[in-house]
Structures are given as C-alpha cells and as structure tokens.
C-alpha cells in the first residue's frame, strides 16, 4: 500500500509539470483564439517609404507549401506595389495550376513572363496585369526551373535542375518550332565531386543573356557564377568556386554589369552568407575578382535578389524575412514592402528585366555597410536564429547552435501556423515534448495498475464470448 505522506509530493510535481505545459502552450494558444475571432488578413501586406519608388514594383512571391498541396494561408502570388507601398493589385498562384512562383520579367509590352512550376513540370506564361489573362502559356516537360528568360523574340532560355534523367542543364526552346535548339549539360565541364546531392546536383537558379551569344548563369551548388559562350560550349568567366563560401556560398540571382573603365562586375545575392556582395574583375581577361560591395550580413536572411537601379539604390528580396527593400550604397533602407510568404523575386517594371545601374565602383561607394533604417519588423524566427546562436557563442557547441539555427530559420516558416509567432512555435514545441515526457513517465509508473486493469478487461471480454 502507497504511504499517504507520498502523495503530496507526486501531486505537487504533477501539478508543476501541468503548469509548465500550460504556461507552454497558452501564448500560441491565445493567438489562435485571436486568429479565429480577428478578420486580419494573415498574408498581409504592408510597407515603410520614406522615399516613394521610381514606378511600379512587381513582387514574386515562392509561397509555401507541402508536396505540391498548396496552403491558401501561405499563397504563391505576384504583387504589384506603387511608389507609395500601395498595392495596386495582386496575383494568386495558389488557385490555379501554378505551384511555386520564381522569375518575373517585366516585357516590351508592359505585360510580365511568369516562371511557375507544378507537379512534374515547369509553366511559362505571359500575363497581362491589365486583365489578369495569359497569353500564351507553354509547359515544359522539365522537373523544376526557377528562371526562365525570353530571348531571340520568340525562344525561351531555360535553367534547368534537378534533372536525373535527362541531366543538369540550360536550354535554348523555339516557341515557334516547338522543340530545343541548343543545350548545354554540366556533366560535361564538372565531375559529380562538386555540387549537391544527386537528386540536387547543381540546383541551377538563374541564367540571363548579356551578350550575343553569352549567358550569365548560377550553379548554386556550386558556389559559383559563370558566363557560359554558346558558339563554344565552354566557361568563358567564372566567380567563385565550390566551397569557396568566402567568395559565394549557394547564391541567387546574380546581375551582370560593367563599369565606366569596361570592367565586368557582377553583383549577387550571397545567399546563405545573409549578405549582398558586388566583385569587379580589373586587369582583362586574366585579372582577380575585387570584391567592391558588402551590405549585410546583420539584418538580412536569405536574400534572394538584388539589382542595381539607375539611381545607384540596389532593390533587395530579403526571403525569410518576408520583405524586399531599396537601400543606398551606404545601407540605409528608404523603401520597404512587406511580403509574405517567401519573396523571391523583384522587378521595377519600367526598368525591364535587367535595370543595368552603375556599378558601386562608379558611384564611389565601395565599402562593407550593415543596414539602417528599416521601418519594419522582421521575422520572429529569426529572433530565434540569433538567440541560439549569441547564446553558445564561444561555447563547444557553437558549431552545432549554428547549425540548428540556419535550419530552424529555413524550416519553421513553411510549417508554423500563420498565427504563430516564432517564440511562440518553439515554447508549443517544448510544451508538447512536456507533454509526451509526462505521458510516458505517468505509463512507467502506472504500469503495474495499467497492466492489471488490461488483464481485467481481457478477462471480461472471454466471459462474455463464453
């Protein structure tokens, strides 16, 4: 028989544990209250203008979602923004066959080439924003693609990843005779050492023409940006190198540019270094890359996009934390939109596809510069990010804080409920696992009672099939 003096003490740390998973659970149980009962939209969209912007911004947003099932909470969208930050009108993805939205290019016309993928292949459209209607719309029996670009009048330039089959790759389609016309494969100019996994290899994400018959392209994983020559099939230029991460580490998006002297630059969003860089190569066709141009990495998270505007500002797609910006050379944000879920592309649409601003070199801007300015708040799980890893900083573990804090940045978003904060989905987290602990040591404790009362139950059911 249990002495009656021992159950005050299991009943007080039960009674602990119970408080503790509620104090837990309670804050992200209060914001789903406030969600249900609130008419907040939670994919809103907002800005921070101290400058109003030269035009119209088109922003792609990627959108979350779960093996291909999209998440009305979390949609694939183009938005339009005025100078101002107002929204002129917005373009769901999530509603019809487009998955994931990538690249966006303002055209001649004033409509816009959309880059989407759905499940098993890559869809390319021509939307007019007047009537929200397509053109024309093509689809590629191509996996996944993230820039899509319109060259030579009717021919789309394709990079193409994650390719098994048919291998990594960048292409050349005829619209018109409906079939490929060039084709250039990584396999033949770099070993499977370099790059990703092989489901992954290169994860090609970006490629534009800058010349008669030259394409500036970025192999992610390989941490690099090349300038591939069609009439020759081989590198012309090349940037960074794989695990080089001082020079690049799996960047996005880069914009090629020249200075007054004829000197090629490129400038490049250093992805997962949370930082915009900018290298000009001096001394011809056998001269060093000079990184000219370094804002970040404090205060960014991912970003995505950056191009250089003719009056010097660079407009900047700062992914996980849901928001794109114009920044001077010296760092100070003077237009902000807020845009959820996962911004990946940005576009002035007067400018076209390719503003070709001055170099950093040009305006006598060049330096490294942290952010200032911002008028909005960023992502809370980024909050997070940098708690784990000032915590440990110094410590053995440092290395492995850091680690799990890139992930939880990268993955929280696109599975936290839109009415979670990120201090609110890690004490959830926490007062879950409580919970489980709690169940499974009441089980170990109670399984002599537990294992009687399952013989007793077993016993009652023979004798009524008796």
């Known amino acids: 028989m249990t002495p009656i003096r021992s159950l005050p003490r299991r009943w007080f740390v039960r009674g602990v544990v119970a408080l503790l998973c509620l104090a837990l659970v309670a804050p992200a149980t209060i914001s789903g209250v406030g969600y249900v009962t609130t008419t907040e939209d939670p994919t809103n969209l907002r800005a921070s203008v101290d400058e109003p912007a030269d035009g119209t911004t088109i922003i792609s947003i990627q959108g979350f979602h779960f093996q291909g099932m999209a998440n009305e909470n979390k949609p694939a969208r183009l938005v339009a923004v005025g100078p101002r930050g107002e929204v002129e009108w917005v373009h769901n993805g999530s509603g019809f066959d487009a998955t994931w939205f990538y690249d966006v290019d303002p055209l001649e016309n004033g409509h816009l080439l959309v880059t989407a993928t759905a499940e098993g292949e890559t869809l390319v459209y021509e939307l007019d924003p007047d009537t929200q209607e397509r053109v024309w719309t093509e689809r590629l029996d191509i996996h996944d693609t993230h820039d899509v670009d319109l060259v030579n009048g009717d021919q789309l330039l394709v990079a193409n990843m994650r390719e098994s089959n048919k291998g990594d790759r960048i292409f050349v389609y005829d619209r018109g005779e409906s079939e490929i016309v060039w084709e250039w494969h990584f396999e033949n100019h770099y070993p499977r050492s370099v790059g990703g996994p092989e489901n992954d290899w290169t994860h090609v994400n970006d490629i534009d023409k800058i010349g008669d018959g030259e394409y500036l392209v970025s192999p992610r994983n390989f941490d690099q940006v090349v300038v591939v020559n069609r009439s020759t099939n081989e590198i012309d230029m090349q940037l960074g190198s794989d695990g080089d991460y001082d020079t690049l580490y799996e960047q996005h998006n880069p914009m090629y540019m020249e200075s007054d002297e004829g000197n090629p630059?490129?400038?490049?969003?250093?992805?997962?270094?949370?930082?915009?860089?900018?290298?000009?190569?001096?001394?011809?066709?056998?001269?060093?890359?000079?990184?000219?141009?370094?804002?970040?990495?404090?205060?960014?998270?991912?970003?995505?996009?950056?191009?250089?505007?003719?009056?010097?500002?660079?407009?900047?797609?700062?992914?996980?934390?849901?928001?794109?910006?114009?920044?001077?050379?010296?760092?100070?944000?003077?237009?902000?939109?807020?845009?959820?879920?996962a911004p990946y592309d940005v576009e002035r649409v007067q400018l076209g596809d390719e503003p070709g601003g001055p170099t950093i070199a040009d305006v006598n801007a060049s330096g490294n510069y942290d952010l200032s300015g911002s008028g909005l708040s960023v992502s809370d799980s980024e909050g997070v990010s940098f708690w784990l890893v000032e915590t440990f900083e110094g410590t053995p573990v440092a290395g492995q804080a850091e680690s799990f804090a890139r992930t939880w940045a990268h993955v929280t978003p696109w599975i936290?409920?839109?009415?979670?904060?990120g201090w609110e989905f890690l004490s959830a987290i926490f007062g879950g696992i409580l919970l489980v602990a709690w169940g499974l040591g009441e089980a170990v404790y109670q399984r002599e009672r537990i294992r009687n009362g399952v013989s007793r139950a077993v016993s009652r059911v023979r004798k009524v099939g008796e």
């Open 416 to 421: 936290r409920p839109v009415w979670m904060t």
């Open 265 to 341: 630059t490129v400038l490049v969003a250093d992805s997962e270094n949370d930082r915009i860089v900018e290298y000009e190569r001096e001394g011809g066709e056998d001269g060093e890359w000079n990184r000219t141009w370094n804002l970040g990495s404090a205060g960014m998270s991912w970003p995505r996009d950056a191009d250089r505007l003719p009056n010097g500002n660079t407009l900047v797609v700062d992914t996980m934390n849901q928001r794109v910006f114009e920044t001077t050379p010296e760092g100070e944000i003077v237009w902000e939109f807020h845009a959820p879920w």
